[in-house]
């Protein structure tokens, strides 16, 4: 038992450690970090279908025309592998490019998480672009990016920021194949803030104090 809480603490240290955006693929793992006020959409409920811009609830997408395009669910649902739905129901078509730049989603509240579905298909032109890599970055000031699973597949997303973010916007670097990445997203998912995990100082405290509960029991066994 002693080891497990140990291995337990270290884990939970290791984690601790991580800066900035933490990434998890996993929804059930991401839910279980949330905290605070939370929101869901499942995009299924929102009428006729719509380009930018367009919004969720607290959630808006904006950009140049032509970066995403909000469908409803009886649309393309026969056609997964050319502008294809996530899992068969209303979802956005995100079509970034070189040319017309970002697409931001904003939310009228601070939020700390967000995690969305997303799955990559054949473009209008036949390119497949699964496998690809998609950058975003933050209004104060958080980057990365993240890579597209494979043609077809889908996968989900969780992004779990270091501070409170209202804008997060997602865009393909100019040496990026034919110059377009096409992927839907659905089922979005934020939280305004992040479950605590103890602090260094903390677990260090803890790992010693199971240390020495380890030390007595082996004396009371030698007794």
């Known amino acids: ?15 601790g450690q991580v800066a900035a955006t933490t990434f998890y693929s996993d929804r059930a793992s991401f839910d279980a970090r949330g905290a605070g006020s939370a929101y869901f959409n499942n995009l299924d409920e929102q009428g006729d279908t719509a380009p930018l811009p367009f919004g969720f609830g ?4 904006s950009g140049s025309f032509g970066n995403a395009f909000y469908w409803a669910s009886d649309w393309h649902e026969n ?4 502008n294809g739905n996530v899992d068969g129901t209303a979802w956005v078509q995100v079509r ?13 509240e601070p939020l700390r998480m967000l995690g969305l579905d997303l799955r990559p298909y054949f473009d209008a032109s036949g390119n497949s672009d699964g496998g690809e890599t998609v950058l975003f970055s933050t209004d104060t000031g958080e980057s990365g990016s993240f890579q597209l699973p494979a043609t077809n597949s889908p996968a ?3 992004l779990v920021f270091d501070a409170p ?3 997060i916007s997602f865009s393909i670097g100019a040496d990026h194949g034919n110059g377009f990445t096409w992927f839907g997203i659905d089922n979005l ?3 305004s803030a992040v479950s605590a995990v103890p602090e260094p100082a903390s677990l260090a405290l803890l ?17």
């Open 1 to 15: 038992m002693i080891k497990h809480l140990a291995a337990a603490a270290a884990a939970c240290l290791a984690c």
């Open 58 to 61: 607290p959630l808006s997408f």
């Open 79 to 82: 056609a997964p592998g050319v």
């Open 96 to 108: 970034l490019n070189t040319f017309t730049g970002a697409l931001t989603l904003a939310s009228d």
């Open 156 to 158: 989900f997303l969780g």
């Open 165 to 167: 973010v209202t804008a």
């Open 189 to 191: 998912q934020t939280y």
């Open 207 to 223: 790992l010693a104090g199971l240390g020495g509960v380890g030390v007595a029991a082996r004396r009371r066994r030698a007794g």
